[in-house]
């Protein structure tokens, strides 16, 4: 595994929006950070299989345990979703054969190994992503179910002398390792495991985003007109940058206002939002005192994979000054009697 980990890329560039290249060269933080994790995490599973999956595999020569352990990797069959089962089991208590420190990790951080993992089956190559032939021919992709193959197939591959995996698919959908990962999740979330990265947003973080993103572009001095009849704009940065930033904080701020996730906004569209109806005295009272109305509804389309709508939840959102009376709780009652899940903000 160390020899085909070694022709993985280690400097990568990422192409701008206009399709160059960035063109100085530079390694990308992401990019590389995910190579790495990649790297760090095949070599992790290699080392795993051969020190504790393989038993007496130590009268063996070097090379010959090397394609035991790439043909256990390669050959997909009714243990494998054990042996990735087990090897996070023990990469969760920090046991070195897996690669870990000797210390328990948290479940944010074990779900790197699942995505170093799910670049290996599918995706890996021999070398890289894209050149020579693939590691794991069996996993044609990240969401391929994983399935025993039909008798014929796999008398078809025998006798051709092909792949000998008696399974197809990626080990990381199958049944044994997804309901690994919920019970995991569920124990984290019992033993009050929260993830890092779902730390909540506050308003004095909206504050420094609106600053940074919005109020630094409206100060300065007036915007220079250039020979062919384009602008500046006061902040020197070109239209595009203003208009990526304008609408980046548009974005966060929807998102903080209708605690929805991104994708969930970026799918929202006009007749999504709706107003109270003015044919109700209070409702047009409220209006006329205030300027704006009691209360908007929002339809959220919630995502599971931000790729396809998968349920659909109402989201009603009260003002400060608006008192939710008796006949606004009957209402979200029925709603949330019929299917709906109402929330008063």
């Known amino acids: 595994m160390a020899g085909y980990i070694a022709t993985w890329p280690k400097n990568v560039q990422r192409a701008t929006l206009d399709g160059s290249s960035n063109g100085d060269g530079q390694m990308l933080a992401e990019d590389e950070s995910s190579w790495r994790r990649y790297r760090a995490y095949s070599q992790s599973l290699a080392n795993f299989i051969g020190r504790v999956w393989l038993l007496h595999t130590d009268q063996y020569a070097q090379d010959v345990r090397d394609r035991l352990v790439m043909a256990t990797i390669a050959s997909l069959d009714e243990s494998t979703p054990h042996l990735v089962a087990a090897f996070l089991e023990s990469r969760r208590h920090g046991h070195q054969c897996a690669g870990g420190s000797g210390s328990k990790v948290s479940v944010s951080t074990l ?46 591959e025998a006798a051709g002398g092909g792949d000998r995996a008696t ?50 572009h409206m100060m300065g001095s007036a915007a220079t007109v250039t020979p062919n009849g384009g602008a500046i704009p006061p902040s020197g940065l070109r239209d595009s940058t203003l208009c990526h930033d304008y609408i980046e904080y548009s974005c966060y701020a929807l998102c903080f206002v209708t605690m929805a996730r991104p994708e969930t906004v970026l799918e929202m569209r006009h007749k999504d939002v709706t107003q109270p109806s003015n044919r109700i005295a209070s409702n ?47 209402v979200l009652q029925a709603a949330s009697s019929c299917g709906w899940r109402c929330v008063g903000g």
């Open 167 to 216: 399974w197809k698919g990626n080990p990381l959908r199958s049944s044994v390792v997804s309901r690994f990962i919920r019970a995991l999740n569920k124990t984290a979330r019992a033993m009050g495991e929260e993830a890092r990265q779902q730390a909540p947003v506050t308003p004095e973080i909206m504050k420094m985003l609106y600053d940074n993103m919005v109020l630094q």
């Open 111 to 156: 779900q790197d190994a699942t995505t170093g993992l799910s670049f290996l089956f599918p995706r890996a190559r021999s070398e890289g992503e894209q050149r020579g032939f693939s590691l794991v021919p069996s996993c044609a992709g990240r969401l391929q179910d994983y399935e025993e193959k039909a008798a014929g197939d796999q008398l078809a």
């Open 284 to 330: 047009l009272y409220f209006l006329r005192r205030h300027g704006y109305p009691k209360f908007i509804t929002v339809k959220h389309r919630v995502t599971k994979t931000g790729k396809t709508t998968k349920d659909i939840m109402y989201v009603r959102y009260y003002s400060f000054e608006a008192e939710v009376t008796d006949e606004d709780r009957r």
